[in-house]
């Protein structure tokens, strides 16, 4: 069966320090793969989106940067934060693009101060 | 372009009632629907999903969805709520044309009293 995992599960950090958050997909080869942020009391943003090993795709201007160094693993980036970047962090995968499913991870929670 | 409303925000029942969440959507083809449940900080998980079989489609939990193409509805419902079915329910349409990107409503809280 496949499983997803995320880390770490929290994250306290300083605004303008790095971030690295990952993400790795295990039971699927050459999934799609997603990230996602939550906000306060808000529905899902997309924020990221690949479909093979270094193709990325951006949905909105931001802070954050992606990169898919392996066909399962998803990493999420920024080399300052900002307060902004607070929220639940989010990575899904899915089969194909069209009908199917997307699968969620179980979240990173990260706090700037 | 595909849009998806949910339109409740904030749902509450007593437990034992009927849940009903409610959920309109906008397609220019024929779409491909689900609903997730969100429980406090985790992460989303699959209830069901309608891909233009069974219009009235089971889920978990003992929760159904029907697709009613001549109102552009996917209700959420579940017969009986149980405690443990408070949460945060989400309404999705998955974007064909667009990589399969899903396109999320804003969301309902579902609370259930003793």
């Known amino acids: 069966s496949q499983t997803i995992h995320q880390w770490p599960a929290t994250l306290v950090q300083p605004v303008g320090s790095p971030l690295s958050l990952e993400c790795t997909v295990e039971?699927?080869?050459?999934?799609?793969l997603y990230w996602y942020r939550q906000a306060a009391g808000r529905g899902l943003q997309l924020l990221f989106y690949s479909v093979g090993i270094g193709q990325i795709s951006s949905e909105v201007p931001q802070n954050l940067s992606a990169s898919r160094p392996q066909d399962r693993q998803f990493i999420l980036s920024s080399k300052k934060l900002l307060l902004s970047d607070s929220g639940f962090y989010l990575c899904a995968w899915s089969r194909l693009a069209g009908v199917y499913e997307q699968f969620f991870g179980p979240g990173t929670r990260l706090t700037v101060l | 372009a595909q849009s998806v409303t949910q339109l409740d925000s904030h749902v509450s029942v007593s437990e034992g009632t009927p849940v009903l969440l409610r959920c309109n959507y906008s397609s220019s083809y024929s779409p491909s629907l689900f609903w997730y449940v969100q429980h406090p900080n985790k992460g989303l998980q699959l209830l069901l999903k309608?891909?233009?079989?069974?219009?009235l489609v089971k889920g978990i939990n003992g929760f159904e969805a029907e697709f009613k193409k001549s109102e552009t509805s996917f209700h959420l419902t579940k017969p009986s709520a149980h405690m443990s079915d408070a949460a945060e329910y989400f309404c999705?349409?998955?974007?064909?044309?667009?990589?399969?990107?899903?396109?999320f409503g804003q969301g309902t809280t579902l609370q259930v009293k003793p």
């Open positions: 309608y891909t233009s079989a069974a219009t």
């Open positions: 999705v349409v998955s974007d064909k044309l667009n990589t399969g990107k899903l396109i």
């Open positions: 039971g699927t080869s050459n999934p799609n």
